[in-house]
């Protein structure tokens, strides 16, 4: 059994950061990648965030230079910076975890940015 839970959204003003957070536990094996994907109210899920097995990141380009994704292997746990935030980017925030025997998601942090 594979639980994975997201932590760290809230409420905070335009041009403000906060730190989200992403721990995977139970039965993990063989991570292929950790991620964060968002989707706002009437809008489908994307990818904001990516972290590959070898290290590599992979940024959508609406975060590029805002936000910064970590990955600590040891309590298998990632991490969102996000800085400079954007009213636009209001949303439930998703960590997703790719390892061999699947795809696991969590259930969502909201962050709300106000203008």
């Known amino acids: 059994q594979v639980q994975v839970v997201e932590s760290g959204g809230g409420l905070v003003q335009a041009g403000g950061s906060l730190r989200l957070s992403c721990a995977a536990s139970?039965?993990?094996?063989?991570?292929?990648?950790m991620g964060w994907y968002r989707q706002a109210p009437g809008k489908q899920r994307e990818s904001v965030a990516i972290v590959f097995s070898g290290g590599s990141t992979n940024y959508a380009d609406f975060v590029k230079g805002r936000f910064t994704i970590s990955r600590d292997n040891a309590t298998n746990t990632v991490y969102l910076q996000m800085n400079s935030l954007k009213p636009e980017d209001t949303g439930v925030y998703y960590c997703?975890?790719?390892?061999?025997?699947?795809?696991?998601w969590g259930w969502g942090t909201q962050v709300t940015v106000s203008s």
């Open positions: 139970g039965s993990i094996f063989s991570i292929n990648a």
């Open positions: 997703r975890l790719t390892m061999r025997s699947g795809v696991y």
